[in-house]
């Protein structure tokens, strides 16, 4: 991925996964949902140590990817539990522990409509 270059989803998923690695974010899944009939082609779910943790990780996924000329289409961060963020092919929803086990997004998403993406370390 170049500087102010619009990434393909897949590089696109690939730098949402490192950066959340890069900022301590935990079990970062990322899921291939192309051509499934969902929103995006890739998910990314990631936990955060905490709500605060979680919108730091907004903060620097803001900081680092409109950099590269990446569009935000839509950010719901109501709740430092859960944030969601569309990047439009790819959606990342960044979770505390409780609320990601309580809800188990990746689960009904591998089940329904894909299957975790072979990423990169």
Do not use: C
Not at 47 to 57: I, Q
Not at 72 to 96: K, N, P, Q, R
């Amino acid at each position: 991925m170049t500087e102010n270059s619009l990434p393909n989803a897949q590089n696109l998923a690939q730098a949402v996964k490192d950066i959340l690695d890069s900022k301590k974010a935990e079990s970062i899944e990322v899921i291939d949902v192309a051509n499934k009939g969902y929103l995006s082609q890739f998910v990314v779910v990631a936990t955060a140590m905490a709500g605060k943790h979680a919108l730091s990780l907004l903060h620097y996924l803001k900081e680092d990817l409109k950099a590269k000329g990446v569009r935000f289409y839509a950010i719901d961060e109501e709740s430092e539990d859960w944030i969601i963020i569309d990047l439009g092919e790819v959606i990342v929803h960044i979770f505390t522990e409780n609320h990601r086990k309580k809800y188990n997004i990746e689960e009904f998403l591998i089940k329904t409509f894909g299957e975790v993406a072979n990423t990169q370390a």
